[in-house]
């Protein structure tokens, strides 16, 4: 079992920065993916960032919409992910989600709410 809890989310202007944690309540290292998704209001659950374990290596993979303004990250020593969040835009308004899956099973936080106004 894996639980994940999210923080970061909060309101801010378009063009501004946030960055979201997602915190894993085990060790990372047996965890295949870890990744975001976000829900806007009215719409279907998208992927955003996805970070893939490989080997001794990883690696990352964004939707179009985000490459180039958001970065998924680790801190193994604190079984954390990060979503760094740039040049936010309205459009990026939704809940944003953590995942982790394993060979077995996906694992989803509760959520957190990012919302893009002036």
């Known amino acids: 079992q894996v639980q994940l809890v999210e923080s970061g989310g909060d309101l801010v202007q378009p063009g501004g920065s946030l960055r979201l944690s997602c915190a894993a309540s085990r060790s990372m290292f047996s965890i295949n993916n870890m990744g975001w998704y976000r829900q806007a209001p009215g719409k279907r659950r998208e992927w955003v960032a996805r970070?893939?374990?490989?080997?001794?290596?990883?690696?990352?993979t964004y939707a179009d919409s985000v490459k180039g303004r958001f970065t998924i990250s680790r801190d193994n020593a604190k079984n954390t992910v990060y979503l760094q969040m740039n040049s936010l835009k309205p459009e990026d308004t939704a809940v944003y989600y953590c995942h982790a899956s394993t060979i077995n099973n996906d694992y989803w936080g509760q959520g957190t709410q990012v919302t893009v106004s002036s």
């Open positions: 970070l893939t374990n490989s080997g001794s290596t990883s690696y990352t």
